[in-house]
């Protein structure tokens, strides 16, 4: 999709489709941006007025009654394209400052960019072509962790996503971030705003306690105390989350936590519980999220062989990045 962003580029087009006195069809029908101060403008460039073909290393506009032809080179509009993602991008760095300033804080711009990326592509793939979408999608990755919308800590977004009778765009991604915004009241106690020590400084200690896990294998025998346990320290984390989750989805979580670590070879009972706790503090696709650059570096180092050495840095990396972000 192309995100008509820079507002200079936009002009250029609307001089040039003026210039043509006629009416123009373009890709996908319409194109949108949306201005600073949120209001979405848009060049609205009809469909059934004329065709956009491509032939060799050309876009062809063909527009009016067909009597004018634009052609652009097809390096000319991947120019295009790029200027206009990278204006997104970049106003999307200043407003994430005001929204997420911890991570703003925490991540170098080389990396709230890559955020910013995935956050578009993921947005896109769901249908989200107009930047409101892009931009709540992003707020949400950095809100709930990048696999939110498959999460199952999260049913209300693939309800929402896969909601096939709300064709609005804009009315879909609002009741996304509704939706959204519902759930982070219900566990905001969660957070510290009660007497009760939580939030960041709560998954500390945490991982602190769970560090403490013996290196022993998790046996076959050993997986239902490690359940009950795991269990008791994610109510004691989060106990909003884990009464609005239910135990049967907390063990779902627990399952799918030892999963994964396996999936890394690794299969320590204090492994297994960095997982678990992973996936329930910072979403349940952590191990490749843009936002944790630190997780995705150590589980794929090679040079480490040694499963224990592998989920110290684990430990010690996520405590850090959590103390960080606490501050």
């Known amino acids: 999709m192309t995100y008509l962003t820079n507002h200079r580029l936009c002009g250029l087009l609307g001089v040039l489709l003026a210039s043509l006195r006629g009416v123009c069809s373009a890709y996908r029908g319409y194109y949108f ?104 999608y992003t707020e949400l990755i950095l809100m709930f962790g990048s696999s939110f919308d498959a999460d199952p800590q999260l049913p209300w977004a693939a309800d929402v996503l896969s909601d096939e009778t709300m064709t609005n765009e804009i009315a879909r991604i609002d009741r996304l971030q ?33 560090r403490r896990e013996g290196n022993e294998v ?29 135990e049967q989805s907390l063990r779902r979580l627990i399952k799918r936590g030892i999963e994964l670590a396996r999936s890394y ?15 329930f503090m910072l979403g349940s696709g952590f191990d490749q999220d843009p936002q944790f650059p630190w997780a995705a570096r150590i589980l794929n180092d090679q040079s480490v062989t040694d499963q224990n050495a592998r989920v110290d840095q684990l430990f010690t990396t996520a405590i850090d990045y959590l103390t960080r972000f606490g501050q």
Request: net charge neutral.
């Open 178 to 210: 509704e939706k959204a915004w519902e759930y982070a009241d219900w566990v905001l106690p969660d957070s510290g705003s009660t007497e009760r020590e939580s939030g960041p400084k709560s998954f500390i200690e945490q991982f602190r306690q769970l």
């Open 218 to 246: 998790l046996e076959r025998e050993a997986v239902s105390d490690f359940y009950q346990r795991a269990i008791t320290q994610l109510n004691q984390a989060l106990p909003r989350k884990c009464e609005l989750l239910g």
């Open 33 to 136: 941006w949306e201005r600073a101060e949120g209001k979405v403008a848009r060049a609205c460039v009809p469909r059934s007025n004329g065709i956009r073909t491509q032939t060799g290393q050309f876009q062809e506009l063909t527009c009016g009654q067909g009597k004018t032809t634009v052609r652009i080179r097809n390096e000319q509009m991947t120019v295009f394209e790029e200027a206009a993602v990278r204006n997104f991008e970049d106003r999307m760095l200043a407003h994430l400052k005001d929204f997420a300033p911890n991570h703003s804080k925490i991540l170098t711009e080389d990396e709230m960019r890559m955020v910013i990326r995935h956050g578009i592509k993921k947005a896109e793939s769901h249908g989200f072509t107009l930047e409101r979408g892009p931009r709540i």
């Open 265 to 279: 070879n690794i299969t320590t009972e204090r492994g297994c519980a960095f997982f678990v706790a992973g996936m």
